[in-house]
């Protein structure tokens, strides 16, 4: 017997570790790239997600030495995803539309916890705010995001 479930019971289920081989989903949790980069995710609520990683300059680190920035994008876009993920019904997708980061501090070596949570949610589009920690409690990055959420035929294939 399959269970399907909307995303957002899922990501709760699957935090308690309480899902069964037969939990399906119409998105794919965990997904690669956070498989990849060893992103997990911490907690979700409606609209609002804390994902981490532990970061570290001698796998993710740029010329100068510190964690690149496109990881703390990819980490902020992770938080940013998963939370919009927790609106989504069946038959709907979503796609960012743009998202703006600003640095504060470099990183050498830490577990980034990233929080993303909705400013505002329209029928189409809702913006987002995420503010990436480091294990010290300091902020590392602030990131804004539009995420426009498509719907029946638009969602197919997405």
């Known amino acids: 017997m399959n269970s399907k479930y909307p995303v957002f019971e ?14 399906q989903i119409n998105m794919l949790y965990p997904t690669a790239i956070s498989q990849t980069l060893k992103i997990d995710i911490d907690n979700v609520e409606l609209g609002e997600a804390i994902v981490r990683i532990y970061a570290d300059y001698n796998i993710h ?19 940013i995803g998963t939370a919009h993920s927790t609106l989504m019904q069946e038959n709907e997708s979503f796609t960012s539309v743009d998202l703006k980061i600003n640095f504060y501090r ?14 505002r949610v329209g029928k189409t589009l809702t913006h987002y705010e995420c503010t990436i920690y480091d294990d010290e409690n300091k902020k590392v990055a602030y990131i ?5 959420t498509l719907k029946g035929e638009k969602a197919k294939g997405r």
């Open 10 to 23: 899922y990501l709760k289920k699957y935090l308690k570790k309480e899902l069964d081989e037969s939990a």
């Open 61 to 79: 680190g740029n010329q100068q030495g510190t964690v690149h920035g496109g990881l703390l994008c990819e980490l902020a876009d992770a938080a």
């Open 106 to 119: 470099p990183v050498w070596k830490s577990i980034l916890k990233a929080h993303a949570k909705q400013l």
């Open 144 to 148: 804004t995001s539009i995420v426009m």
